[in-house]
């Protein structure tokens, strides 16, 4: 006599193998292992702001943080990069970030007061950006964490009499949210899946807040990011403050990218390693074979 046996999953459930109760089985009469299918209380997922030092620092600077506005579009500073946890590291998410409006006014900047709502402004129709997106599975997510460091903000041409407006060239609109110039906005953050049609997480930090601007009017904020801003113009004598070395050149038209092709010519900070440390290095020929005595020096290192 043939018996089959078929164990049916209850719906909306989730099977942890782990839990195991014995049974009987009907014909033979020995216990054995049978898995139990039960529903499991994932934790809620947790996000943290990396750099929240930084973004802290501008947010209680008087009259707040700044960020200056391209038509071809400029990234964020500081960066907005998150560590996650209690993602499910099997399943692939959404993350999309946008600007959401913090007040209907544009604001106006008064040299005592600093900036504040021009109550005779019109109401800024546009209540938030739109949204830029990024493709991870839970397992980099938890891993590497959130990383918006590349998205940037702009906004359109102010256009002269008779001028027709055109699209700027150089603008990436895949990694661009879209603002209006004197407007308060907060970067919001959501986490979907199921395609971007459930969402199940949506967080956004105060400290994170800024005014979009043509130029800076915070001087605490103008010279942290002469210091700190690679997309910033500065004066060779300026110190930083979260950071020992010099800013780098850059073009503010490309994405920051770290160069390891030859890891002896710069450091992490784009700098020649001949003007940072005392050793002479032009002299190494690293092509060479290898020294078999190690510390050879009289010949490899010129003080």
Known sequence: MHNTFQMHHPSNT???PTLRVHNTY???GYQQMMPVYQP???????????????WSYLHKSGGGNEMMLKINGKPLFPKIQCDVQNLDASRDYDIGIKMALRNPKQFVHDKNTGWIPDENSDVVPDKESNEVFIRESGANLIRRGIDFGYVKIYNDKILKANEVPSEPKKLNKAISCKVNLRCLYIPVITIYEDDRKTVIRQFQFEETQFLAVSEYKNKVVRQFKIQNDKCVSSSPESLNRF???????FDENQDPIVNYSNPMDTNCFGNEYNNVYPMQMNGLDFN???????FDFNNDYIF
């Open 26 to 28: 009907p014909v033979y």
């Open 14 to 16: 989730v099977y942890d």
């Open 40 to 54: 499991i209380q994932r934790k809620e997922i947790q996000v943290r702001l990396k750099n929240q030092d930084q």
């Open 288 to 294: 060479a074979p290898p020294n078999p005595y190690p």
């Open 243 to 249: 950071s020992t070395s010099p800013p780098m050149t």
